[in-house]
């Protein structure tokens, strides 16, 4: 397992935002739950919890985007020497040329550490499998809703979203994003 500041990668808690002030306030200490004196039943409720609340907020985030960024890159092979109007082939930048900021936004997260998140992944299984089960069953409930053309489903759920992102914002928890990404490799 890759280590990290004398961390293991994916051990609880890894990663650099747990070094923030607030996250030391909330009890994350040197990238491990700060829980202490507690029985070991709510001690595992605890630590249950957080493996829950991150892989669906943080795990997920980056399964999904690995994934759509290799689902493109299969996209782009497959495309490759296709021809799309009988003259003209596609070829393999195709695919990412006409990409807009939502994939970019998947591939600046599929940029992360994979031995890292390799490492993750297989340390929160449990909680990430868990988490991969219910998106999966909001996905397939979006895309009945799209199938059969169930338009205020699809709107609420926009809508619902779009308020979760604004209290995101609020709480100035969303950061920006910039085409350029600092100190990243070319």
């Not at 890894?14 to 030391?24: I, L």
């Not at 936004?105 to 988490?131: G, K, Y």
């Not at 991969?132 to 397939?140: K, Q, V």
């Amino acid at each position: 397992m890759t280590q990290r500041n004398g961390q293991r990668a994916g051990e609880r808690g890894e990663g650099r935002h747990h070094d923030r002030p607030e996250a030391q306030q909330a009890g994350f200490v040197n990238g491990s739950l700060g829980i202490l004196a507690l029985g070991p039943l709510r001690l595992k409720r605890e630590i249950d919890h957080h493996d829950r609340v991150l892989a669906v907020t943080s795990h997920l985030p980056h399964l999904i985007a690995y994934t759509i960024v290799g689902t493109v890159s299969d996209l782009e092979k497959e495309l490759e020497g296709e021809v799309s109007d009988g003259n003209t082939s596609i070829n393999t930048t195709e695919v990412a040329r006409y990409s807009a900021g939502g994939f970019r936004d998947f591939t600046r997260i599929a940029a992360s550490d994979p031995e890292m998140w390799r490492d993750v992944f297989l340390n929160n299984r449990d909680a990430i499998l868990e988490m991969i089960g219910r998106f999966s069953e909001d996905l397939t409930a979006l895309q009945r809703a799209i199938r059969w053309g169930e338009a205020e489903t699809l709107e609420s759920l926009f809508h619902r979203t779009r308020e979760i992102r604004r209290g995101i914002i609020e709480m100035r928890q969303a950061g920006t994003f910039s085409a350029t990404e600092p100190n990243e490799k070319e």
